[in-house]
């Protein structure tokens, strides 16, 4: 099984900056061709916020694009993501996926990914 550990979370200021870093590990973590960002707020859907795919080709949702930015790790099989000019709207659990199996799903839906993290909070405050 491959497993995904997520950390960087905590409480941040509006206006702040933060970077989560996700890393994978066991199973068939080496045939990973694609890693993403998701969250969920409170009673919100899971929202896509990024990927990154084995041929370097980056992705971010609207929502943080101009503010964040997401890449593969000094690490094999680490994934990180920094937004800057953190919002109220950026709280949120964070949770990190890797998708291993190749299917059709585009990269911004959740059935794309096979493996996922349990996720770390991120608080933005006023």
Not at 47 to 74: P, Q
Request: charged letters at 20%.
């Amino acid at each position: 099984q491959v497993q995904l550990v997520e950390s960087g979370g905590g409480s941040v200021q509006s206006g702040g900056s933060l970077r989560l870093s996700c890393r994978a590990s066991g199973g068939n973590v080496e045939d990973t061709h694609i890693m993403a960002w998701f969250r969920q707020a409170s009673g919100m859907e899971r929202e896509w916020v990024g990927s990154v795919d084995n041929y370097g080709a980056t992705d971010l949702a609207h929502s943080v694009k101009g503010r964040a930015t997401i890449f593969r790790g000094r690490t094999e099989n680490t994934l990180d993501l920094q937004i800057t000019d953190l919002e109220s709207s950026d709280s949120a659990m964070y949770y990190c996926a890797a998708g291993i199996t190749t299917n059709w799903s585009p990269r911004n839906s959740p059935g794309r990914y096979n493996y996922w993290g349990r996720g770390t909070q991120v608080t933005v405050s006023s």
